[in-house]
């Protein structure tokens, strides 16, 4: 393989973003029962959001304020659904330094997304923050306003990288409704073209 089909394999250019190939190449199906919805729960900070996430998390805490810990329900009373990280970004506020204030549990201990479950439930206009619903890729936005995106690779999400694997599904193919939630049907569809064009031309790694 020459120089640039490497180059071009390791980021794919659709409009102003770029496409890390592992979004492509990497396995990944979210497998509840064997990670028990760790990735509410672990890490030291809360997920990106968007101002108008924000208004939107906040006309939804009546309807969701029964799915909530005392603590959550505390924590938001005294600094609001989200908060400015150290970086000055806006992140889902936390409990103890760890739980998203929007965990719930299930009837079997996994943990959920209270928004989520709403939403399933009831038919809410709002699933739960892009961030969250696009993991696991990370969008960036560079210095020129071009928007990367790049997999993340966490420990706990072990088992949807092997569930994904059996299943034989993508991580870009996962992540189709979030995808076109944040970037379009359009985008998406040229998207998964590219990746068909860079399989049959085997530029694509398999992983």
Same mark, same amino acid.
């Given at each position: 393989?020459? *120089?640039?089909?490497?180059?071009?394999?390791?980021?794919? %250019?659709?409009?102003?973003?770029?496409?890390?190939?592992?979004?492509?190449?990497?396995?990944?199906?979210?497998?509840?029962?064997?990670?028990?919805?760790?990735?509410?729960?672990?890490?030291?900070?809360?997920?990106?959001?968007?101002?108008?996430?924000?208004?939107?998390? %906040?006309?939804?805490? !009546?309807?969701?304020?029964?799915?909530?810990?005392?603590?959550?329900?505390?924590?938001?009373?005294?600094?609001?659904?989200?908060?400015?990280?150290?970086?000055? *970004?806006?992140?889902?506020?936390?409990?103890?330094?760890?739980?998203?204030?929007?965990?719930?549990?299930?009837?079997?201990?996994?943990?959920?997304?209270?928004?989520?479950?709403?939403?399933?439930?009831?038919?809410?206009?709002?699933?739960?923050?892009?961030?969250?619903?696009?993991?696991?890729?990370?969008?960036?936005?560079?210095?020129?306003?071009?928007?990367?995106?790049?997999?993340?690779?966490?420990?706990?999400?072990?088992?949807?990288?092997?569930?994904?694997?059996?299943?034989?599904?993508?991580?870009?193919?996962?992540?189709?409704? !979030?995808?076109?939630?944040?970037?379009?049907?359009?985008?998406?569809? %040229?998207?998964?073209?590219?990746?068909? %064009?860079?399989?049959?031309?085997?530029?694509? *790694?398999?992983?």
């Amino acid at each position: 393989m020459d *120089d640039n089909a490497r180059s071009y394999a390791t980021m794919i %250019e659709i409009g102003n973003t770029i496409v890390s190939s592992e979004c492509i190449t990497e396995y990944f199906a979210c497998d509840l029962s064997a990670c028990r919805g760790m990735c509410c729960i672990e890490g030291d900070a809360g997920a990106p959001v968007t101002a108008d996430e924000i208004a939107k998390m %906040e006309a939804l805490l !009546p309807t969701v304020s029964h799915r909530l810990s005392h603590a959550a329900l505390s924590v938001i009373r005294r600094q609001g659904v989200a908060y400015k990280d150290p970086d000055g *970004d806006m992140v889902t506020s936390i409990v103890h330094g760890r739980n998203c204030v929007f965990t719930c549990y299930g009837d079997d201990g996994v943990c959920l997304c209270a928004l989520e479950r709403e939403h399933a439930e009831s038919g809410t206009d709002f699933v739960k923050p892009l961030s969250c619903a696009l993991y696991p890729i990370r969008v960036t936005e560079l210095s020129n306003g071009t928007l990367a995106l790049n997999y993340h690779r966490w420990e706990i999400c072990a088992p949807a990288r092997l569930l994904g694997r059996k299943l034989h599904t993508r991580v870009y193919s996962y992540l189709r409704k !979030p995808l076109i939630r944040a970037f379009g049907q359009s985008w998406y569809d %040229e998207l998964d073209t590219t990746v068909h %064009e860079l399989e049959r031309q085997h530029i694509l *790694d398999e992983h």
